[in-house]
């Protein structure tokens, strides 16, 4: 079979989700999807994707089962749970975790799919809103190589950096090393915006400077300007961002490996979680510095 020919089904239409799902319809495949909020998924049914009920119908129904949910909690329900994937997918089919989860559930994942005749991925993403409505996300991949082959094209619809990292987990791992650093650069890049506007700069100007010097970086030519407008609205949301950094910080626990930056970040965030910023954007950080 084809890939153009296989039946994707999608799990979890929410801000990431969503973009990432039309891109697979804008590239022609069939697209069964699931959201536990319905109404997430409307403007994929209305554009052609067929509504599944189940995460247990959605997988008997397809041969790819593509998945970005919240928290590994929910991915090891969405793939582990009596009805989940790995006990309900056809044999032969491949299911991709797009989720920040733990590395050590996506070697679980892939060792119980292996048991059911299914290959497994891990494929987290970094990009944020923009990236997955663009369909430019970096997509870290852990698992097989022959697998990782076979659906790359699939891949090539919702980004355009694709890197195999390794055998399973190795995907979740990369994006560890991903969000510790987008710890201490979220940290730099609000500090820098606050310190313009106290004193007496023009941000927006300053940023035209800095933002293709030795500065730069994706936050801050991306998220700097939401910063300056006040648009605080989620293209990753804080309460997933924390639970991001306490992914990081436990495995780094577990290999000796002292994280300060991380810590701080972590500590700044919790700050905001208390503050009721949950489901803000993550530069949001920017108003506990603006005061």
């Known amino acids: 079979m084809s890939n153009k020919n296989a039946i994707i089904g999608f799990i979890g239409t929410g801000v ?15 697209l069964l999807v699931y959201n536990r909020t319905r109404s997430k998924a409307d403007n994929l049914v209305k554009n052609g994707a067929r509504w599944k009920n189940s995460v247990e119908e959605l997988a008997r129904e397809s041969d790819i089962v593509i998945s970005i949910v919240g928290y590994p909690k929910d991915v090891e329900e969405t793939y582990l749970g009596e009805n989940g994937v790995v006990n309900n997918a056809k044999r032969g089919s491949t299911i991709i975790d797009m989720t920040t989860s733990k590395p050590s559930l996506a070697k679980k994942i892939y060792e119980e799919a292996k048991k059911k005749g299914l290959y497994s991925l891990d494929a987290p993403v970094s990009g944020g809103d923009v990236g997955a409505k663009n369909g430019t996300l970096s997509i870290m991949v852990g698992g097989d ?9 699939i891949f090539e619809l ?6 195999l990292q390794g055998p399973a987990g190795s995907g979740q791992h990369t994006k560890m090393c991903n969000q510790i650093a987008i710890a201490a650069n979220m940290m730099g890049v609000c500090e820098a915006m606050a310190y313009a506007k106290k004193s007496g700069l023009d941000p927006e100007t300053v940023l035209k400077s800095i933002e293709v010097g030795g500065a730069s970086s994706w936050s801050l030519s991306n998220l700097a300007p939401r910063m300056i407008k006040g648009d605080f609205k989620p293209g990753f949301y804080v309460k997933h961002f924390i639970k991001d950094m306490n992914i990081a910080l436990d495995e780094a626990k ?26 803000c954007g993550t530069q949001v950080l920017y108003k506990l510095l603006d005061k």
Request: proline fraction near 4%; glycine fraction near 8%; avoid cysteine.
């Open 254 to 279: 577990n290999m000796n490996l002292e994280t300060p930056a991380l810590k701080l970040s972590k500590s700044l965030y919790d700050e905001l979680l208390s503050e009721n910023k949950g489901d």
């Open 145 to 153: 190589r022959n697998v990782f082959e076979k659906v790359k094209p």
């Open 16 to 30: 990431m989700g969503n973009s990432m799902a039309s891109n697979l319809l804008a590239g022609g495949y069939n």
């Open 158 to 163: 919702m980004g355009k950096n694709i890197v």
